[in-house]
C-alpha cells in the first residue's frame, strides 16, 4: 500500500474517530481494507472502555470473513492497538495493521487519565509473542498530528478531563 493510500484511509477512520466522539465516546476509530487494498469492509468507532473500536472491528469481521480475507486485509486505526485490540487482531486473523499514533504518544497525552489507563506494551510486542508474522506499518507520522488534535481536544476539555 503507498503511503498516500495510507494516509487516506488513516483520514476515514480519523473521522469515524470523531463522530464517535461526537456520540459521546472516546476519539478512536478503525476500519478494515479489504485484501484488494481499496474497499473498506468495515468501520468502528469507540464503543466503551473495554469494546474498544479496533477489538470489536475485529471480533465483527472474524464472524463474517473466512481466515483467507482475513490474513489478506488490513485493519487501519487511528491509534496504536492496545494489548486487548492487538491480541483480538491476531486471534481474528487479520494479517496486516496500519496506525498513525503511537500507545506512548498518547500515554504522554492523557497521562494516568481514570478513562485511558493506557499499558507500555507496544502492539508489536504482544504480535511477536504469537506465531504468525503480521504486516505492520505505523507509526505515520504525516498522520500525528491531525489525530493527536482530536484527542487534545477530547481528553483535555472532555466531561473525562481530570483538570476539570
Known amino acids: ?12 477512520a480519523n473521522q469515524i474517530a470523531i463522530k464517535a466522539m461526537n456520540k459521546g465516546h472516546h476519539p ?16 468502528q468507532g469507540n464503543v466503551d472502555t473495554v469494546n474498544h473500536a479496533e477489538s470489536t472491528l475485529a471480533r465483527r469481521a ?7 480475507v482475513l490474513w489478506e486485509s488490513t485493519l487501519v486505526t487511528t491509534v496504536e492497538p492496545c494489548a486487548m485490540c ?3 487482531q491476531y486471534w481474528s486473523h487479520i494479517g496486516g495493521l496500519i496506525y498513525a499514533v503511537t500507545e506512548h504518544d498518547l500515554l504522554a497525552l492523557t497521562g494516568n487519565h481514570a478513562e485511558n489507563p493506557t499499558l507500555n506494551l507496544p502492539c508489536r510486542d504482544v504480535f511477536a509473542a504469537g506465531q504468525k508474522s503480521l504486516r505492520v506499518w505505523g507509526p ?3 498522520m500525528r498530528e491531525e489525530i493527536l488534535e482530536v484527542h487534545r481536544n477530547f481528553w483535555h476539555r472532555s466531561p473525562f478531563s481530570q483538570d476539570q
Open 1 to 12: 500500500m503507498q503511503i498516500q493510500q495510507m494516509i487516506d484511509f488513516l483520514r476515514l
Open 28 to 43: 478512536f476509530g478503525a476500519i478494515l481494507v479489504a485484501p484488494d487494498g481499496q474497499t473498506v469492509l468495515e468501520e
Open 62 to 68: 472474524y464472524a463474517k470473513y473466512s481466515s483467507e
Open 86 to 88: 492487538a491480541a483480538t
Open 140 to 142: 505515520v507520522p504525516e
